[in-house]
């Protein structure tokens, strides 16, 4: 005889695969709470009589040592895994509840549209489909756009789309997503092609690297690598490397080498301003503690003290200071920073947009920078009349 062919058997073993689905990641212990004999299967059991009163079915009382005779039923049949649910229990894929998986909706959405993603928006195009009869039954607050982003990337990146659209345009690394979000999580060792430079300032040709992440930033995907035989860390933008993703017949590093080296990039990303990360000499100068940075400092006048005076994450190492008027009136605030010297180009060009309304004090080549440049720009102004 079937173990399960008793009916109350069998109720309990559907009860069971019912509270994985509306109460994933049951058993998981409260992060909160330190519990030196925390039971998981007794969690499972409690969801199990909630669900048995929710719906009306009679529930026979069981014990946990029944429920791990169950489990083993459910990795048989390939319900659950055969791995261990540490963190709570799931089926397949579905890990998340109805409010957690709104949410993450919501962020594919994002990334789908305003930053252009071209894998993403095939799995929102398939959630879509899949979801349809969720979202009707929740009177369409599933696909609600609750959040949203106003930062769109200046460019297609979706090979699919622009087919679609009838631009034929050259073929970018985008084109090869998925063979390079093999190699990153891999630490393979790939070669990619830098095929467009429009300011002239890197090479172009091929390029030996380990791929560390795909990161948007402002406007545009850019890639983030090191180069296998320097070991500099570099961002690049996507759209600027053909559709080449070659494999080396190097060994995989791994993960964990990846995620090391990856924690570097973001050391060098938090001591920074922007995503130039500067030359290798100065990387290996800045990850070994040398001093290499250099203090700004910039005063924001009347009209936008209150926006920077808002802004106080900007940076880790930032510092405010208001400056008043011998009435005791704020007249404006000084924002200070300690960059590194690879940052400088692009903390200005955050600056910039403030015109009249920013001075900058320190260090003393960018102020004469913008002495000259402010005197260049009150020439061109004085010639708008002359129609040159």
């Not at 004999?37 to 029944?66: N, P, Q, W, Y």
């Not at 090191?226 to 080449?244: H, I, K, N, S, Y």
């Not at 590093?253 to 500067?278: H, M």
Request: hydrophobic share 35%; glycine share 6%.
């Amino acid at each position: 005889m079937h173990p399960y062919s008793e009916f109350k058997a069998f109720t309990r073993l559907l009860l069971l695969i019912t509270t994985f689905v509306q109460y994933p990641g049951v058993g998981s212990p409260d992060p909160f709470v330190e519990e030196d004999d925390h039971d998981a299967m007794e969690a499972v059991l409690t969801r199990m009589k909630t669900i048995s009163e929710t719906l009306g079915i009679e529930f026979l009382d069981c014990s946990v040592h029944t429920l791990r005779k169950d489990l083993k039923t459910l990795r048989q049949y390939g319900i659950l895994d055969q791995r261990m649910y540490r963190w709570g229990y799931y089926l397949g894929t579905g890990a998340l509840d109805r409010a957690e998986l709104q949410a993450a909706w919501q962020a594919l959405q994002i990334q789908a549209e305003a930053q252009g993603d071209p894998q993403i928006r095939q799995v929102v195009k398939q959630l879509e489909q899949r979801l349809r009869g969720l979202n009707l039954e929740l009177q369409g607050e599933l696909f609600y756009p609750v959040r949203s982003q106003s930062h769109q990337v200046i460019l297609y990146t979706d090979p699919d789309e622009l087919r679609q659209r009838g631009i034929y345009e050259r073929e970018t690394l985008f084109e090869c997503l998925e063979d390079l979000e093999s190699a990153i999580v891999q630490g393979q060792a790939v070669e990619i092609y830098h095929a467009r430079d429009p300011y002239h300032q890197k090479p172009r040709g091929f390029l030996q690297v380990y791929p560390l992440q795909l990161l948007y930033h402002d406007i545009a995907w850019y890639l983030v690598y090191e180069e296998t035989e320097t070991g500099q860390f570099v961002t690049m933008r996507v759209d600027r490397l053909a559709a080449q993703c070659r494999r080396l017949e190097m060994a995989p590093r791994g993960t964990a080498i990846q995620l090391q080296q990856l924690r570097r990039v973001e050391q060098l990303l938090r001591d920074g301003w922007g995503i130039n990360l500067g030359e290798r000499e100065e990387q290996q100068q800045e990850l070994s503690g040398q001093p290499t940075a250099v203090k700004v400092k910039v005063r924001f006048f009347e009209r936008v003290v209150p926006f920077i005076v808002e802004g106080n994450r900007r940076h880790p190492k930032q510092t405010l200071q208001v400056v008043k008027n011998g009435a005791g009136q704020v007249e404006a605030v000084d924002y200070a920073v300690v960059l590194p010297r690879r940052s400088l180009e692009e903390f200005f060009r955050w600056v910039n947009r403030f015109l009249e309304q920013a001075q900058v004090l320190a260090p003393v080549e960018w102020v004469e920078k913008y002495a000259v440049r402010s005197q260049q720009m009150m020439e061109r102004y004085s010639q708008r009349g002359s129609g040159k």
